[in-house]
Every structure is written in C-alpha cells, then in structure tokens.
C-alpha cells in the first residue's frame, strides 16, 4: 500500500547522488553512495505452530525463553501480532506474497509432493527487497510447493524458492513429518547418492518399504492419528519414500543444522543487505529435541524443542553480534499458526502439560479461527532503532511486504499487504483498521476491538486434536478488549456493531448474506 511518508533513505540518496553528480566520475561514486545509505539487514525468524502463551514474555511461567525475551525486551512486542492463517502453507503464503490466502484456493495444507502454490510471476517479499539491492535467502521450512506437478527428486527440483526471489535456499520440503525427509539446497537433494534413488508417492506404499503398520516394531515414536505410512528415523511419516537413505536427516540434529545453515549466511554475506527468512521447525511434529534439551523442560519434547529453539536463536543472535551486525538488522520474530498439543503423535505433549497454557488465555488453537489460531508472538527488535516498548496496535505477518518496502525506499501498491512500518518501528500506534483472518477455509474478520465470525457448519470441535475450531450456525461477535477468551457473544446483544461488522466482511469477501449466502468458504 502507498505511503504518504517521504523515506528518509531516498532522501538520503537524493542528496547524496545530487552532491556526487556534480563531480568527476560518477560511476565509481555511484557505489560510494550505495555504501553511505546503507540499508538494514532483515531477518524473519518463524517458528511452526509456536503460541501466543508458549514464550515466558507473553506470559509463560513453566518455561523460560531468555533469548526471546530478550528481543521482546530489547525491542517491540506485539499483543494483537497476527499469522495471516491457522495453518502454515497459508500463512506462509501470506506472509511471502502479502496477498490473502483465501484468494487462492490451493492455499491450503500441502503434502510433499504439491507442485509450487507461489506463481512465479507473483510479487514476492525477497523480489521486491531482490530490487532494492538485497542478497536474499531461506533457511528452513519452506511448505509451498515444489516443481509444476511430478518431482523428480533425483534431479534439480524447480521451481521453488530460486524461483521466486531467493537467491539461497536449504529448506525442508513440507514438514518434518511429511517425506521426502531429507534437505534441500538449491533444488538439489543434499547428499543423495544416484545409485539409491528417491521415490515419494501421497497415496501408495512402494512395494516391500515398511510402514507403522506393516512394522509397527520399527516405530520409536509412536502415531496417534494419520502418520502411519513410511519411518524414518524410527518416527512414523505422512506419506511413502523409497530410497534416498544416505540423504535422509537426522531429525534430532536438525535444529543444530539450520542454526548453522543461518550463522553461515550472515557471516558470508555481510558485504551487501542481505533478507534472511530462517523458518524454523520447532514445535511442530515429529518433537525430536537434540539429546542436550531432551528432558529439560520438564514439559516433554513439545517445551524441550522450544527451549532448543530460544537456544537457537540466542546462538543466532550472538552471530550477528560477533559479525558487528546487530546495530544494522530488524528482526521480526514470529509464528506461523497458533499451537497445538497432540497433532498426531503421543509425545507426552498432554500428559506434561501441567499448568503451561500454550494458548496464553485465548480461545481455540492451530486450525481455529478463535484467537489462539491466528494470534501469536510478534516481536521487531532493532537494536538502537526500536525503542522497547509494547504495542497493541492490530499488524499482520502480511504486512511485512509493504512495510519493509517502505523501509528499504520503494512502495507495494499490488498486494494486499499494508504499509505499518512505522508501527513495526514503534513510531505510531495506528496498525490495520481490518483484518480477515482465516482457518481451513474458513474466515473471520477483525475490526477495532472486535472480532466477527459467520456461521459455519460442521463441528465446534476438532476431536483428534482437541481444539474447538469456532464453526456455529449462527454469528459470533465478541469484543476482544474485554473478552479475549472469547467467552461472550455478543452477536444478540450488540445488533448494530454485528451489522456494522458484517457489512466490512462482506466487501472486504465478496458476498451479500442477505442474498442467502450461508456460509463463507473458500476451497
Ligand atoms: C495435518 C497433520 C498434522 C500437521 C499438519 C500441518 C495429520 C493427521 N495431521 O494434516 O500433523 O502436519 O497437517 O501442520 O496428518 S502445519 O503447521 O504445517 O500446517
Ligand atoms: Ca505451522
């Protein structure tokens, strides 16, 4: 979105590129420009299914997260921070192309073998900082896609990521309980052995490869709900892989792999801005801490991976210190969906909860469209830049295509990403006036205080994973400000915000329920 604010960096190169235009060689001082105006690094750090309540600086007493906190402290912490979707492909769609992911219809949870959801002609986040002179790369997770339909994993994997603004990838493909379970650098699978070539088929077994049923024997962790095809590592996956043995991760080092992974890129790109997107896997299923956190929590693995990831990130962080880049790169640190305790394994995730609340008070969790799907840690530190303080202002993972382009000296007037960049810096408190939110197709819209959702059919409760989703046949209103439990509706009482309410989801949607529309979804 358009900014109305002249950019200080322009004008700084306005200045500057007038002053040296007046002298003798002008393509040399070109670059000595670029130097003086130099633009910050940016680092998105995104953990999966991290909550609002799993950090001790939104609120958790049973687990200690120094280093989070310590950006928390250090920088802005966000209390009504928002993942654009209660799942991750969505989310992270959003937060890559700033469009809502309702707009696409395959914005929805991926297996491992679903072709690119990112159009390659698409406005991305890394193309537009590509063009304001940034190295950029990702780290981690990527869960968007890969290739135009069948994957040859044996060959060069594409398009993906290279494709579509980074100049660096090392991901993962999907998820760390989806195959293929092995890395990816650049589209090539780390470490594979031609000789031992990958399959990797959704829906059936290749013949005489174990499963979780067939050799339930194998298994160290065991499924509670679907991940029962092929094991690695001893951990039931979703979906079946052959071959590729010498490439397959070892999933208790892989957080200790991708902290390397992200070290490595800062120390060898510090010459020119670079934007790194380390997309983290914790505490996503399969739970596997490295054997130095496991146990440590006290929690069982789900509170081990996150007192490994905070260790991470503490490590990480140290990096750009040591590398005197800390004072010159915005961090934005936050989680793709809200959290969810069983999500398909037994990992003691219930049993040793005790009196942790992941959900920090809120409603629901992962796949709701109450609060706890889509509300989550938003911090932005930027040492000596963003003064500590904590703000309530509404913002968006999707805004940060818009912002940051406004930070680095251009504009995004194409997607749906707002410009907040000065609330992300701490300077207004004026975030989103609306946000649709959005849950397994499902969507909501807040507004000011409120929070609106339609009627939906089907199930209240999610039973597999024990989480309310938010589906009622009649509206739900409530008012956050005085309810973030969402424990009142409002929908009765409060006819003329409900009204009020509908009438901005219905433009900002596309419907009219007063032309009989029942339900509002998109896939
Ligand atoms: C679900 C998986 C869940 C998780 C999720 C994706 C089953 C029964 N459940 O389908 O375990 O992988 O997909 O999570 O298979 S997300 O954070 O990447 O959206
Ligand atoms: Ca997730």
Not at 30 to 58: R, W
Not at 396 to 418: F, I, K, P, R, Y
Request: net charge negative; aromatic share 8%.
């Amino acid at each position: 979105m358009k900014t109305s604010k002249p950019h200080i960096l322009l004008i700084l190169s306005a200045i500057l590129l007038f002053g040296f235009s007046c002298k003798e060689k002008p393509i040399e001082k070109k670059n000595e420009v670029e130097k003086a105006v130099k633009k910050p690094n940016i680092v998105v750090i995104y953990l999966d299914d991290l909550g609002y309540g799993d950090i001790s600086s939104y609120g958790a007493t049973e687990l200690q997260t120094p280093n989070i906190d310590a950006l928390a402290s250090g920088g802005l912490k966000f209390t009504n921070g928002y993942a654009s979707s209660a799942t991750c492909t969505p989310s992270r769609y959003a937060l890559l192309t700033g469009m809502y992911p309702w707009r696409n219809k395959d914005a929805k949870i991926l297996p491992g073998t679903a072709p690119l959801l990112i159009s390659t002609e698409q406005q991305t986040l890394p193309k537009m900082l590509k063009t304001q002179g940034y190295q950029t790369a990702i780290v981690g997770k990527w869960h968007l896609g890969l290739g135009t339909g069948m994957v040859n994993w044996n060959e060069r994997v594409s398009p993906g990521p290279n494709e579509v603004g980074f100049d660096e990838s090392y991901i993962l493909a999907a998820t760390q309980d989806r195959v293929p379970t092995v890395y990816i650098d650049n589209g090539n699978v780390v470490g594979l052995d031609p000789n031992d070539p990958i399959s990797v088929d959704y829906k059936t077994n290749f013949e005489g490869e174990p499963t979780a049923i067939s050799n339930p024997e194998m298994l160290k962790m065991k499924w509670h709900h679907g991940h029962n095809n092929s094991i690695v590592n001893g951990i039931p996956r979703i979906g079946f892989m052959k071959g590729g043995d010498a490439a397959k991760w070892s999933d208790v080092d892989m957080a200790d792999h991708f902290l390397t992974k992200a070290q490595d890129y800062v120390k060898n790109h510090k010459e020119k801005p670079f934007f790194l997107y380390y997309a983290m896997q914790q505490p996503h299923v399969p739970r596997t801490p490295h054997p130095r956190f496991a146990g440590k929590s006290g929690l069982g693995p789900r509170g081990d991976v996150i007192l490994e990831a905070d260790w991470c990130i503490g490590e990480f962080i140290k990096t750009l210190k040591e590398e005197k880049l800390l004072e010159n790169t915005l961090i934005v640190f936050s989680s793709d969906n809200g959290p969810v305790l069983n999500d398909g394994y037994y990992d003691d995730a219930v049993e040793k909860l005790g009196k942790h609340d992941p959900n920090g008070g809120l409603r629901g969790g992962k796949y709701s469209i109450f609060e706890a799907g889509t509300r989550v840690p938003f911090i932005t530190y930027w040492k000596g830049k963003i003064k500590p303080a904590t703000s309530d202002a509404i913002v968006c993972q999707m805004d940060l295509l818009a912002s940051l382009a406004d930070l680095v000296g251009t504009e995004d007037n194409t997607t749906d990403s707002e410009d907040v960049m000065n609330v992300l810096l701490g300077e207004s408190q004026k975030g989103r006036d609306n946000l649709i939110i959005e849950a397994t197709g499902k969507t909501a819209l807040r507004h000011g205080d409120w929070l609106m959702i339609p009627p939906y059919k089907g199930k209240n409760f999610r039973e597999k994973v024990s989480i309310e989703v938010g589906n009622f046949p009649e509206f739900q209103l409530y008012n956050l400000k005085d309810d973030a439990g969402q424990q009142n509706n409002l929908a009765i009482s409060n006819p003329e915000k409900l009204a009020e309410m509908t009438k901005i989801f219905e433009s900002l949607r596309g419907v009219d329920f007063e032309k009989g529309v029942k339900e509002v979804i998109f896939r």
